[in-house]
């Protein structure tokens, strides 16, 4: 397949080296010509424009958008619309609101273009080899689109969620669970770290990632963040968020159903920008190690 992609930051740039890698033509457009020209030198076809990008395509045109949620995706589609025709397809694989989502689908719709919403999970390793998808939208679009997930996506990695919006809102449900997660695996080291005893943090993780009831990717990844740093001691214990977390309470409390554990990780992560905490350092290296995500430095 050929497509164009534009957005080639962090999670866009692995993405695209992952659908090189699988034999797929790829266009590609940032605003930053560096990222374009870094992927060129990759294999990917470099556009100076989106302009450029859509005439370099076949039709029916295929465009993946993996830019910031919000204004920058209405402004790209603003942008994107004119240079496409009915029959067109659009791939939001960002972390959009999903009440954006079902507006935006509609408006294309009028114009006979195909939007489908895809919800990303996997982080920076995930993007580059093999990443799980949530895709919302026409069925038929995304039936024309799985050789290109089959691809991007570990084995059983990927499936239809539903109708327009349907698969950013099960990103948003599945980033609530993960804030759960996260804000436990971090209050259980710092029980640890306040007991009697003088634990390696890192040597519990490995154990713990091996064969326990909570093993998975998350422990494997705290391993590795206090394999760096026993006492995490690079980073405050600031954790930010990107939203979803959010909107996840949003949504619950819209349809009166009891969250308080996500509730409460959030909170949680609000109330880490006040006060040091060895649990938010967990939850900050974790976030840190698996999606890249800047952390705010311990001042010296």
């Not at 997930?149 to 990695?157: A, K, L, Q, R």
């Not at 609530?176 to 259980?188: D, L, R, S």
Request: hydrophobic content about 40%; overall charge negative.
């Amino acid at each position: 397949m050929k497509l164009g992609f534009v957005g080639l930051g962090k999670m866009g740039e692995n993405m695209v080296e992952n659908i090189l890698a699988h034999h797929h033509e790829v266009v590609v457009f940032d605003l930053s010509r560096e990222a374009v020209e870094k992927l060129a030198g990759k294999g990917a076809s470099p556009a100076v424009s989106l302009e450029q990008m859509v005439a370099r395509l076949p039709v029916p045109r295929i465009c993946w958008l993996m830019v910031p949620s919000g204004d920058p995706v209405d402004k790209t589609l603003e942008s994107l619309l004119p240079l496409l025709d009915g029959g067109d397809i659009v791939v939001d694989g960002g972390n959009s609101n999903y009440h954006d989502t079902v507006r935006r689908s509609e408006m294309l719709a009028e114009k006979g273009i195909g939007f489908m919403d895809v919800g990303t999970s996997g982080g920076l390793e995930g993007a580059r080899n093999g990443a799980c998808m949530m895709v919302g939208g026409d069925r038929k679009v995304f039936m024309s689109l799985v050789p290109l997930f089959e691809d991007m996506c570990v084995s059983g990695g990927y499936g239809y969620m539903g109708e327009s919006g349907a698969g950013h809102f099960a990103k948003m449900v599945h980033n609530g669970v993960e804030y759960g997660m996260m804000q436990a695996i971090g209050e259980g080291f710092d029980v640890l770290e306040n007991s009697r005893f003088v634990f390696d943090h890192q040597e519990v993780a490995r154990v713990w990632a091996n064969g326990s009831v909570i093993r998975g990717w998350l422990m494997d990844l705290v391993a590795r963040a206090f394999e760096k740093d026993e006492d995490l001691g690079y980073l405050s214990g600031e954790i930010a968020d990107s939203g979803e977390g959010k909107w996840m309470v949003e949504t619950a409390l819209e349809q009166g159903v009891a969250i308080p554990v996500i509730a409460d990780a959030l909170f949680r992560r609000y109330r880490s920008r006040s006060r040091d905490n060895f649990s938010d350092k967990v939850v900050a290296a974790l976030r840190h190690e698996f999606g890249g995500h800047g952390f705010i430095p311990k001042e010296k």
